[in-house]
């Protein structure tokens, strides 16, 4: 193992560590609050790191899987990330700028190669492939919620609320996977790989349908005051 790709194992397990921890304390105080917000800035720059070394270490030691995994990771990062700066998105008087783009198109590439490499595996008996399936599928997913705002405007207020949290708790989910697979290994692989992303889709569903419901009644009492 050479010096350089030690340096990239040491940034990626420090920033996956860092995210995980951050991200935990994120989750953990009032969204909004100056420990929610520093924490959160943690867990970004962690994450970044963690991602980044990522690509490093998945070309240095040529892995396919690792390195579309990265691009996958980062893009659900990024756009929880991106999501504060648009929140004006909805009344049309900001635009997105170059990177929002990037953030929709590029890994879009990338998690179609997951899902074509999660179908083929498959088909080859393979089924650790259903994995390229799973995280290919919600990629696209995000991409297509992500550049559809660009075309058609939010309608909600709120908006950017629901995909900075389905972005940072989707990426965290990411962060969580990583260390279960690194650090497990008395369960089978697709057990490990998936069963994070079942329960985290929950969460965020959940999350979603309250804040929803929460917005929708305080619209109505305002309507109701008025």
């Known amino acids: 193992m050479n010096t350089l790709f030690t340096v990239f194992l040491i940034l990626h397990i420090g920033g996956g560590g860092t995210a995980l921890t951050a991200g935990f304390i994120a989750m953990l105080n009032v969204k909004g609050s100056p420990i929610h917000r520093t924490a959160g800035k943690f867990f970004f720059w962690g994450m970044t790191a963690s991602s980044a070394s990522a690509v490093y270490l998945s070309l240095a030691h040529p892995n396919s899987f690792l390195l579309m995994i990265a691009f996958f990771s980062y893009?659900?990062?990024?756009?929880?990330?991106?999501?504060?700066?648009?929140?004006?998105?909805?009344?049309?008087?900001?635009?997105p700028k170059t990177v929002d783009w990037l953030i929709g198109v590029i890994p879009t590439i990338f998690n179609i190669s997951i899902l074509v490499w999660g179908l083929y595996n498959v088909f080859q008996k393979n089924y650790f492939g259903f994995t390229g399936i799973v995280f290919g599928s919600i990629g696209l997913m995000y991409s297509f919620n992500w550049l559809r705002r660009f075309f058609i405007l939010p309608?909600?207020?709120?908006?950017?609320?629901?995909?900075?949290f389905q972005g940072f708790g989707a990426a965290y989910i990411a962060a969580v996977t990583a260390f279960l697979v690194v650090n497990i290994n008395f369960l089978p692989p697709l057990l490990v790989w998936l069963s994070p992303t079942v329960v985290g889709a929950i969460i965020i569903t959940l999350t979603t349908i309250k804040y929803k419901k929460k917005f929708l009644q305080n619209q109505e009492i305002k309507?109701?005051?008025?």
Do not use: N
Request: zero cysteines; hydrophobic letters at 35%.
């Open 75 to 95: 893009q659900l990062v990024a756009i929880g990330y991106r999501s504060l700066y648009l929140k004006k998105l909805f009344t049309g008087t900001i635009k």
């Open 223 to 226: 309507y109701i005051t008025d």
């Open 155 to 164: 309608k909600e207020k709120q908006h950017w609320l629901f995909s900075h």
